[in-house]
């Protein structure tokens, strides 16, 4: 499709896009070829609603793209910006793509204008080493990309963006994922690849709509074990984890105290026990006891417990190591057994090289 350029006619099929791409224009040069734009009579600037302004040199967002009062797409990709205004307070944007750009945590405004409107940001390729909370006042939104950046965590109010289908955090610097991310119940893609996660919180389980998860080149030595639950994952991504390159079989058992070693035979002899009998001390901390998951043991603990790995298969191609706890390293079954689910919805693609 032929889009308005300096030089473009007019065309029903074409006047709701203005291109200004790959032109390598300054921020003066593009305001003067915008404001004759707006001022040429035989153009109706209201009418456009795609803004193409990607690969050019602005250092700052001509202001003059704001007279276009209709916008719903605008596309500053590769410009070298390093100042983002509130484009929400003066057009109805839908997709604000920015990415490539050198935009700070400081080069964004401290609160943008509330819009329902938006629906996908892509700040992606820039210079933020914090999530932006500002982007949290957009509830509406579904597509969010923050990759390549220099982020550190992930906001623990991430679960305000009920809508979100598309997470990506991809090249970052994050070490770990709030439990938060678990309301996010309408995700369909989770891309957290490529930084320094040692691990995930077991509530992943609730991203039921969950089909991608790319979790390559992390710190990764097990996952949670919920996450076979995940009946709509197609794809896992793996590969450069030490879950692939070095599999862990036990872990230190440390001695129980005093506290624990009592406690556990409490459970395990059934010895009743009513307020007022034992410490309240003990009577708390007897509630809040684990049955030891081999199902050959009757054992209970508490705080002290033996973590194994176990070994799932996947479509009886792929092994993953998922993360479980005994009693005691006496109950660990044989490492090389294979837990088949027998699930006819596991995932399809389990990516570990």
């Given at each position: 499709?032929?889009?308005?350029?300096?030089?473009?006619?007019?065309?029903?099929?074409?006047?709701?896009?203005?291109?200004?791409?790959?032109?390598?224009?300054?921020?003066?040069?593009?305001?003067?070829?915008?404001?004759?734009?707006?001022?040429?009579?035989?153009?109706?600037a209201?009418?456009?609603?795609?803004?193409?302004?990607?690969?050019?040199?602005?250092?700052?967002?001509?202001?003059?793209?704001?007279?276009?009062?209709n916008?719903?797409?605008?596309?500053?990709?590769?410009?070298?910006?390093?100042?983002?205004?509130?484009?929400?307070?003066?057009c109805?944007?839908?997709?604000?793509?920015a990415?490539?750009?050198?935009?700070?945590?400081?080069?964004?405004?401290?609160?943008?204008?509330?819009?329902?409107?938006?629906?996908?940001?892509?700040?992606?390729?820039?210079?933020?080493?914090?999530?932006?909370?500002?982007?949290?006042?957009?509830?509406?939104?579904?597509?969010?990309?923050?990759?390549?950046?220099?982020?550190?965590?992930?906001?623990?109010?991430?679960?305000?963006?009920?809508?979100?289908?598309?997470?990506?955090?991809?090249?970052?610097e994050?070490?770990?994922?709030?439990?938060?991310?678990?309301?996010?119940?309408?995700?369909?893609?989770?891309?957290?690849?490529?930084?320094?996660?040692?691990?995930?919180?077991?509530?992943?389980?609730?991203?039921?709509?969950?089909?991608?998860?790319?979790?390559?080149?992390?710190?990764?030595?097990?996952?949670?074990?919920?996450?076979?639950?995940?009946?709509n994952?197609?794809?896992?991504?793996?590969?450069?984890?030490?879950?692939?390159?070095?599999?862990?079989?036990?872990?230190?058992?440390?001695?129980?105290?005093?506290?624990?070693?009592?406690?556990?035979?409490?459970?395990?002899?059934?010895?009743?026990?009513?307020?007022?009998?034992?410490?309240?001390?003990?009577?708390?901390?007897?509630?809040?006891?684990?049955?030891?998951?081999?199902?050959?043991?009757?054992?209970?603990?508490?705080?002290?417990?033996?973590?194994?790995?176990?070994?799932?298969?996947?479509?009886?191609?792929y092994?993953?190591?998922?993360?479980?706890?005994?009693?005691?390293?006496?109950?660990?079954?044989?490492?090389?057994?294979?837990?088949?689910?027998?699930?006819?919805?596991?995932?399809?693609?389990?990516?570990?090289?």
């Open positions: 499709m032929e889009n308005y350029t300096s030089d473009s006619s007019d065309s029903d099929s074409n006047n709701r896009v203005l291109d200004f791409g790959y032109q390598m224009l300054d921020t003066e040069t593009m305001d003067r070829h915008l404001d004759a734009f707006v001022n040429d009579e035989k153009k109706t209201e009418q456009i609603e795609v803004a193409i302004l990607n690969n050019n040199q602005l250092n700052k967002v001509s202001e003059s793209i704001f007279k276009f009062s916008l719903k797409t605008l596309d500053l990709s590769s410009n070298g910006l390093s100042i983002l205004p509130d484009v929400f307070r003066y109805p944007i839908t997709t604000l793509i990415k490539n750009n050198n935009l700070t945590n400081k080069s964004l405004p401290k609160t943008f204008t509330q819009s329902s409107k938006l629906r996908e940001m892509n700040l992606s390729g820039n210079q933020l080493t914090m999530f932006p909370e500002q982007l949290l006042d957009f509830p509406n939104m579904k597509y969010l990309y923050l990759g390549s950046n220099q982020i550190l965590n992930i906001s623990k109010n991430i679960g305000k963006l009920k809508n979100l289908q598309i997470l990506s955090l991809g090249g970052n994050l070490k770990e994922v709030p439990i938060t991310l678990g309301q996010l119940h309408t995700l369909q893609a989770l891309v957290l690849c490529d930084n320094k996660i040692e691990s995930l919180p077991a509530n992943i389980a609730n991203l039921k709509q969950l089909k991608s998860l790319l979790l390559h080149k992390n710190c990764l030595r097990t996952l949670p074990p919920a996450i076979i639950g995940l009946k994952l197609t794809e896992l991504s793996l590969r450069d984890n030490p879950l692939v390159v070095r599999f862990v079989s036990d872990m230190t058992y440390n001695p129980g105290s005093l506290l624990e070693l009592t406690a556990r035979t409490i459970k395990i002899q059934n010895v009743p026990v009513e307020p007022g009998d034992v410490p309240s001390s003990l009577l708390k901390y007897l509630k809040s006891g684990h049955r030891c998951v081999n199902p050959q043991c009757k054992g209970v603990f508490f705080d002290n417990r033996v973590e194994h790995i176990k070994f799932v298969d996947f479509c009886g191609k092994r993953i190591p998922l993360l479980q706890y005994l009693c005691s390293s006496k109950c660990i079954e044989d490492r090389n057994e294979d837990v088949r689910p027998g699930r006819s919805y596991m995932m399809k693609k389990v990516l570990l090289g």
